[in-house]
């Protein structure tokens, strides 16, 4: 005896009542999953074409937050905040200028457990994570990153007359 095996998608099964009704459901799904992509609204453009407009200041605290969680964060907190094992970068009292912060970080603080960075960071780089805690310490920029401050998840905009310098 053999036995056979039921093919749903076999054409005398497909032109059944049901295998009818189930094509035109399918057909109806494609009609209209067409019309939903013809009537959609434009993409928006890609990040990193909307950064190409950022500007500099934008981009050197943009990258100066990249720089420090990568290298900074691990012994001064994610937002420059401090930790039991460095001190508070943002606050005011411990403000620095750029020279003295270049200094610092590209020939470290032996006697406090900091490295220098020379070897692994350039000059721009360091200069754009002194434009990062400057920011930050004049309560220019809030916790958290950069790009998602602005407003409607715009880019962030220094007040007028804020410099990086």
């Not at 049901?18 to 434009?42: D, K, T």
């Not at 930790?83 to 590209?106: C, E, N």
Request: charged fraction near 20%; glycine fraction near 6%; aromatic fraction near 10%.
């Amino acid at each position: 005896m053999t036995t056979r095996v039921a093919n749903w998608w076999h054409p005398t099964r497909l032109l059944s009542g049901s295998g009818v009704l189930f094509f035109l459901a399918v057909c109806a799904w494609v009609v209209i999953s067409a019309a939903r992509l013809e009537s959609a609204p434009p993409a928006r453009a890609p990040v990193a074409a909307q950064r190409a407009t950022a500007s500099p200041v934008y981009k050197a605290v943009y990258n100066g937050w990249k720089w420090w969680h990568v290298y900074c964060f691990r012994c001064h907190g994610t937002d420059a905040l401090a930790t039991t094992l460095a001190p508070d970068l943002i606050d005011p009292s411990r403000r620095m200028t750029r020279a003295a912060f270049l200094k610092i970080v590209r020939n470290g603080v032996p006697d406090k457990g900091m490295q220098a960075w020379d070897k692994l960071l350039s000059v721009e780089q360091v200069g754009d994570l002194f434009t990062y805690v400057r920011a930050r310490s004049e309560k220019i920029l809030p916790p958290g990153r950069p790009d998602e401050v602005g407003p409607n998840d715009g880019e962030w905009v220094p007040p007028d007359g804020w410099t990086a310098r």
